[in-house]
């Protein structure tokens, strides 16, 4: 599947912004899978956490995250055993 069709599964269209956002990080990977996907959202998360509070910035950042997290496991969900992917991130989130 390619950057765009990763990006559209079954929904309407994102804004530009948040899809803009989501590839910036991605952009060098075709067909990125559940794990590309999962460490964006964690830099994203990762940047949202350094500046707490009320913060715009750290609002849009914790959204693009959440945003590449639910792709991450739409892409999970695309391999042989998506529980053995899962459990992975899992791992990789608690380091």
Not at 54 to 70: E, N, P
Request: proline share 6%; hydrophobic share 50%.
């Amino acid at each position: 599947m390619s950057r765009a069709g990763w990006a559209q599964r079954g929904g309407p269209e994102p804004p530009v912004d948040l899809l803009e956002a989501m590839y910036g990080r991605i952009a060098a990977a075709d067909d990125p899978g559940a794990d590309e996907l999962y460490a964006a959202a964690r830099e994203r998360l990762d940047a949202a956490r350094a500046a707490p509070g009320r913060v715009r910035d750290s609002a849009f950042d914790l959204l693009v995250a959440d945003a590449l997290l639910t792709h991450a496991s739409a892409a999970a969900l695309d391999t042989v055993d998506p529980e053995a992917v899962w459990t992975a991130l899992l791992a990789i989130g608690r380091r």
